[in-house]
């Protein structure tokens, strides 16, 4: 069974102005769909059709060395997209709440110590790449951040609940080359009951 590329949970517009719909539309409808291709295209014809893709990103060292880098990247790229459409609604300046608030609160001392650190995980992050939140084995919440399409899955770093994507596709239509101003507009569209719904999936 191939991998497929789901639908948007929501409108092309729907994270406006913050995320443009044409940014949406082609960074859903090109991008993430050109990872999930090819990754379909590396796994065909190997031992490793059918295994989920948390078991193939967590198994990298044992890919065929010829589709090795073929299913770093478009695996990644399939699942890392998978998680960012997911955790994206306009927040109207909310705030996260309950257990995963306390959380950060412990991790970070306060939500904005933790913004600021998250902030500076995506500017920090030469080129292409991924600002996250991570639950670590331990339980606790860690910053970090990956070049091109890797992530902690692949590196056994933890569960990430919360990721950003920092690739220019991501913002240069809407923000060119202002990354800061990116990052900024992304906490008006964090769906932190969803983060908070994968935190305690991740606990579990
Ligand atoms: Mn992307």
Redo the contacts with the bound molecule.
């Keep these: 069974m191939a991998f497929e590329l789901a639908p948007l949970p929501y409108a092309n517009d729907a994270l406006e102005p913050h995320i443009d719909a044409r940014t949406m539309e082609i ?1 859903h409808g090109k ?2 769909k050109a990872y999930t291709d090819n990754l379909n295209a590396a796994l065909a014809g190997t031992e490793w059709e059918g295994k989920s893709i948390e078991e193939i990103l967590s198994n990298l060292d044992k890919a065929p060395a010829d589709k090795k880098g073929a299913i770093q990247n478009n695996g990644g ?1 399939f699942w ?2 998978n998680l ?1 459409w997911s955790i994206l609604k306009k927040n109207e300046n909310g705030l996260p709440s309950g257990a995963l608030a306390e959380a950060i609160n412990s991790a970070f001392g306060s939500f904005d110590t933790f913004k600021e650190a998250f902030s500076k995980a995506a500017m920090t992050r030469f080129g292409s790449g991924w600002a996250w939140l991570v639950v670590a084995a331990d339980g606790s919440l860690k910053v970090t951040s990956s070049p091109n399409q890797d992530n902690p899955v692949m590196t056994g770093d933890g569960t990430p609940i919360l990721g950003l ?1 920092v ?1 220019e ?2 913002y240069y239509l809407n923000y060119q080359n202002r990354r800061a101003d990116y990052v900024s507009g992304f906490f008006h569209v964090v769906n932190w009951d969803k983060v908070a719904e994968l935190f305690e999936g991740a606990k579990s």
């Design positions: 960074h991008h993430h790229g890392n997209h960012f994507d690739w596709h991501a």
